[in-house]
């Protein structure tokens, strides 16, 4: 399985449209946001720098696992790929860890390149802060990285650009990527999974601790993803 891993993360960071898109694209909606802002704050007083910098690193963190675990799946069920592997040795479940593991890794430079223009812009957060939260963030990751690879085998290959891309901007919109949920929509947003991974950068403002709920909410989450993955891929198996 660390094979694997390590044969996908490798695919991964030399795909030019991860670099673009999970790389690139973030850092620059980060700064267009707070040149929008002026610098000021958004809703609820939160400075916009600090706001943007963690909606846009989850933004980078999250298109990183669900477009490259799905997309990638679906190329190799077309291609006869998953069908090779499952004439070797390997387990499908130590597969879809594998596939899960390698994805979120492939989070942390996103995360990174978002981190680095928020501190250049004046983001201060002290040393535990910055560790804290970036760890809060790749762990996080870890629950979209299973979704995707729930997408991959939900979909047909045709349609699995599209349907991560509606998943994936739903989500987004609704889970205060771009501007934070108000007060009359927190009660549902709490069952988006991307408000929750959010939410867990509530630590580093002042007064406020990490938040717990936001925490089991992502464990449940990610315990069905993972479920429906493994399913999905076991079906997958029987149909091939």
Known sequence: ????????????LRNKRYLMFTLLYPGLLYVFFISAYSGGTVAGGVSAKSYFMVSMATFGAVGAVLTGSAQRISLERRSGWVRQLRLTALPGRAY??????????TTLPAIAVVF????????SLSAAQWLGLALALWLGSFVFAAL?????????????????????MLMALFGGTWFPVSDSLKAFARFNPVYLYNELASFVQPGQSLNTGAVAGLAGFLAVFVAAAAYLYRKDSRTA
Do not use: F, H, N, W
């Not at 094979?3 to 996908?8: F, S």
């Open 1 to 12: 399985m660390t094979t694997l891993i390590q044969l996908e993360i490798m695919r991964t």
């Open 148 to 168: 995707g690879v729930a997408l991959g085998y939900a979909a047909e290959p045709d349609a699995v650009q599209p349907v991560v891309m509606i998943v994936y």
């Open 116 to 123: 680095a223009i928020g501190a250049i812009e004046g983001v």
């Open 96 to 105: 879809t860890l594998g596939k899960i593991a390698s994805c979120a890794v």
